[in-house]
């Protein structure tokens, strides 16, 4: 389910504002989100996770 809410997250970026490729990409991503939710009980289980530097200056937030 990651890998497959990661593709259409890239698709949806690709896809015209509004295409029938845009509002199948979000559907499928309120699909995904739904069903991650009702199996672990976080709908965000797959979002995608901040990236930082191990030396802490890719705006890690202060107090993490």
Same mark, same amino acid.
């Given at each position: 389910? *990651?890998e497959c809410r990661s593709a259409a997250v890239r698709a949806i970026t690709r896809a015209p504002i509004? !295409? ?6 979000? *559907? ?19 979002? !995608? ?16």
């Open positions: 389910m *990651e509004g !295409s029938e490729g845009a509002i199948a990409c979000r *559907e499928l991503l309120t699909v995904l989100d739904n069903l991650a939710g009702a199996l672990t009980g976080d709908h965000r289980r797959f979002w !995608s996770k901040p990236h930082y530097t191990p030396e802490g200056g890719g705006g890690r937030p202060v107090g993490d």
